[in-house]
């Protein structure tokens, strides 16, 4: 089950909307636990029982880690185990057909392994219990003895399959208590409206350009061009408009969430993108795994190699593939160099550093997206112009099409460049866009109903 299905949005949302209100506070946490277990369950409940056990393992770690002398070897254990199931499940597959591929070229007959389905939404809460239990260690927060509230942050359905990447350090106080409002619950339904509209109303009618595109065997300048920007477009409405749903249906449930997208198109160097862009998962790579590394406390070519390696396994992180990895070193490197030279660091907005890094990202974006590396490599050759242009292109965008690619780019630098503005600018593009609020979110139920599947792109990760 998505938010952007017909029924989520029209049986299972307002179910739980009514159930949760009617429910008395004490039983609050326990309906939010039975939702999001349901909402799991949709989707196969062979993986719910993989999902209660991993909760069951990371409570049980956390309890020890508060209670014994060996807080450090409870640690290893959950941190390790963690691991070992997100390897199994998501890095097996890969790691078999990489050495399979090594084996055939010395001449050797590969073997062969049973194709391991990748649980939805196992690298979100395989690193939401690996920061629990690290907190726990750290004493950053407190080791529950609520097995439901422990639970019900792991499964929190809003979150679950697509972040943001929550810390129960964050939450535990909202977990405990939480104020229900009517303002809050409004702020929720413009947040899960805002997020539908990137989703549905830009980001699936780009969907059909980049998956075209990106299907030409050999692309001319403009079709890889195409492919490009769309994909660009398309990855930001997609999934910034589902943390944006996540968001509001927090709110509606009395949560405030952590702003996953601050308007990342809009950065003048990488290291702005990355503070910028899917701000959960960057955070947890800094506190998790590029300070324990080091950091930037242990020299400076250390900091360089520490910056690399947390980019390369955030590339990993994102999926079993090459193309991830080599995604991953690309902005892991441009990250080193960013320090070493020191870019980045201007006093007024810069166009030329603005447009350069966009170019940056979008160069990413292509690995990110390709099936294969060969497959990016075809592109970037279209890019720079290697494959001329063609006299009849493969791609044949109609007008409601390229206006939607453009709206997109638009919409982009308004919203970004908005806050830059004089007060009054700001006040009335913010009354303009609520008025459109309600008609844009209607426009597009009406296209979800029509297309009535509607998968997200972080699904996959």
């Not at 929550?166 to 535990?172: I, N, P």
């Not at 493969?394 to 206006?403: E, F, K, R």
């Not at 008609?439 to 509607?454: D, M």
């Amino acid at each position: 089950m998505i938010f952007s299905s017909n029924i989520f949005l029209f049986s299972f949302l307002p179910l739980f909307l009514s159930i949760y209100y009617l429910t008395n506070d004490k039983y609050k946490n326990l309906v939010i636990l039975a939702a999001s277990y349901a909402f799991y369950a949709w989707w196969r409940i062979d993986f719910l029982l993989l999902f209660i056990v991993v909760t069951g393992f990371n409570y049980y770690i956390g309890l020890n880690i508060s209670t014994t002398v060996k807080k450090l070897f409870w640690l290893r254990i959950g941190v390790v185990g963690n691991l070992l199931v997100l390897a199994y499940f998501k890095y097996a597959n890969f790691g078999v057909d990489s050495f399979n591929t090594v084996l055939t070229t010395v001449g050797i007959a590969p073997f062969n392994l049973v194709n391991i389905i990748l649980p939805i939404g196992i690298s979100f809460y395989i690193f939401q219990s690996i920061s629990y239990i690290v907190d726990v260690y750290r004493k950053d927060a407190p080791a529950t003895k609520n097995i439901i509230d422990f639970a019900a942050f792991v499964a929190l359905f809003p979150q679950l399959i697509a972040g943001p990447v929550l810390r129960y350090k964050d939450l535990v106080g909202q977990f405990k208590c939480r104020q229900h409002s009517l303002a809050k619950f409004g702020q929720g339904c413009s947040w899960f409206m805002i997020g539908f509209i990137k989703k549905v109303f830009i980001a699936d009618s780009l969907a059909p350009i980049v998956d075209t595109s990106f299907a030409v065997a050999s692309p001319d300048l403009i079709e890889a061009w195409t492919a490009a920007f769309a994909y660009t477009a398309q990855l930001y409405f997609d999934f910034s408009g589902y943390s944006d749903m996540a968001i509001g249906l927090g709110l509606m449930m009395g949560f405030r969430f952590i702003n996953n997208f601050n308007q990342p198109y809009i950065s003048q160097s990488i290291t702005e993108f990355w503070r910028r862009w899917h701000i959960s998962l960057s955070s947890w790579l800094r506190d998790y795994l590029y300070i324990p590394l080091g950091g930037n406390r242990k020299g400076t070519i250390k900091t360089y190699r520490n910056l690399f390696l947390t980019m390369l396994l955030g590339g990993l992180w994102h999926g079993a593939n090459w193309t991830f990895l080599l995604w991953g070193a690309w902005h892991g490197a441009w990250l080193a160099l960013e320090k070493k030279l020191k870019l980045g660091r201007y006093k007024s907005f810069n166009p030329v550093a603005w447009l350069f890094t966009l170019f940056i990202v979008i160069l990413g974006w292509v690995m990110f997206r390709a099936n294969s590396v060969s497959e990016a490599l075809s592109l970037y050759k279209a890019m720079f112009g290697f494959n001329g242009l063609s006299s009849q292109s493969a791609i044949a965008l109609d007008s409601i099409q390229t206006s939607v690619l453009v709206l997109a780019y638009v919409t982009i630098v308004i919203a970004g460049f908005l806050p830059k503005l004089k007060r009054k600018v700001q006040v009335k593009w913010s009354r303009i866009a609520s008025y459109m609020l309600v008609p844009l979110f209607a426009i597009s139920v009406l296209k979800l109903s029509a297309q009535s599947y509607s998968p997200f792109l972080y699904f996959q990760f």
